[in-house]
């Protein structure tokens, strides 16, 4: 079985995927073309999604003549392939009797329109509706319709915009997160937004700003488009970490955090709950938020029993070879070996 993970890097998940496939004997391989400030650790990175439409499709046209008979299996990322955002190549896969996965990250396929009349709070609340183009989701759809195999997304609110996908949680290299000792009095509470309106940045400020005053020795901290690296830094030394108020599920960064045995907030929707196999999430809201980081951080026993079973949630369910075995299954559901 050879996978290629392709071709946009959202979130650590390609490297991430393709490592863990490697380490199950899959012979496996990450590629981007979509450069990031976070530099995530890609195997082949080659940043042409920037450039000029010549440059940029001939590059294209090179990965796709490098790649298109070496691998089995042709994982895709955020909807798009080797030859994007048109995804012009995608007759190729099927002539050539190539299984093909469309994995979904977000928006990429959300319907706004959808979100917004169905959810008082949603990805989409407060998001600038031209952050999204729907012509272009709705023709990825179409196109997994005709041509992917299998569809996958890694947030559940997904599955009301990909009606066909199943969800598989977000890959976590554990190796990469030793927790630091634990804190009995806290000192750092972080947020750490890649948008600030899907995450609810304003009201988390509003929060924190409130919460100064009463917790002198506490610092409450916002970051944004940092290094990857540089945010594990942040989310280990942190004592508390807060995610988003908008979502209802929990993104990437809640899972590093876990890793590391942070407590972590996020809104979560009521109706996902059957879904979360005891996930030590403290579920919070815009209304809340105030209310339940203070009396977190002021509970040394629940933050503390809180961390612990945070990391045995992360190990058990996002650890990047529990999610490549999952892929496995499905690779061989398509008749991969």
């Known amino acids: 079985m050879r996978v290629l993970h392709a071709p946009s890097e959202i979130a650590g998940q390609t490297s991430i995927l393709a490592r863990a496939l490697r380490d199950l004997g899959v012979e496996s391989w990450s590629l981007a073309t979509n450069p990031t400030f976070a530099n995530y650790r890609v195997d082949e990175l080659h940043p042409l999604d920037p450039m000029p439409p010549l440059p940029r499709y001939l590059g294209y046209a090179g990965l796709l003549a490098r790649h298109l008979n070496k691998w089995d299996v042709f994982h895709f990322h955020f909807g798009r392939t080797l030859i994007a955002p048109h995804n012009l190549d995608l007759p190729l896969y099927r002539a050539l009797g190539k299984k093909l996965v469309f994995h979904y990250h977000g928006c990429d396929v959300r319907n706004r329109a959808h979100m917004l009349a169905t959810h008082e709070h949603s990805t989409c609340t407060e ?10 989701q709705k023709r990825i759809l179409r196109e997994a319709a005709t041509h992917a195999h299998a569809e996958i997304v890694s947030t559940p609110d997904l599955l009301e915009s990909a009606t066909r996908a199943r969800q598989v949680h977000v890959a976590v290299w554990l190796e990469d997160y030793t927790p630091a000792p634990f804190r009995e009095v806290p000192k750092l509470v972080l947020h750490a937004p890649t948008n600030r309106l899907i995450k609810g940045t304003p009201y988390i400020e509003r ?17 944004e488009k940092l290094d990857w690296a540089e945010l594990k830094k942040a989310m280990h030394d942190c004592d508390v970490f807060v995610d988003q108020l908008h979502m209802g599920w929990y993104g990437m960064v809640t899972a590093e955090a876990m890793a590391y045995g942070r407590p972590s907030l996020a809104y979560m929707r009521p109706d996902f709950e059957p879904l979360t196999r005891d996930c030590p999430l403290v579920r919070t809201s815009v209304e809340t938020l105030t209310d339940d980081l203070a009396a977190l951080l002021g509970d040394t026993p629940r933050r503390r029993r809180l961390g612990e079973e945070s990391r045995a949630y992360v190990e058990r369910e996002h650890e990047s070879h529990v999610i490549a075995r999952k892929l496995v299954t499905l690779y061989e559901s398509l008749g991969t070996r």
Do not use: K, M, N, Q
């Open 127 to 136: 998001c600038a509706p031209t952050f999204c183009i729907p012509a272009r």
């Open 207 to 223: 929060a924190f700003e409130a919460l100064r005053p009463r917790f002198p020795g506490v610092e409450f901290r916002v970051v």
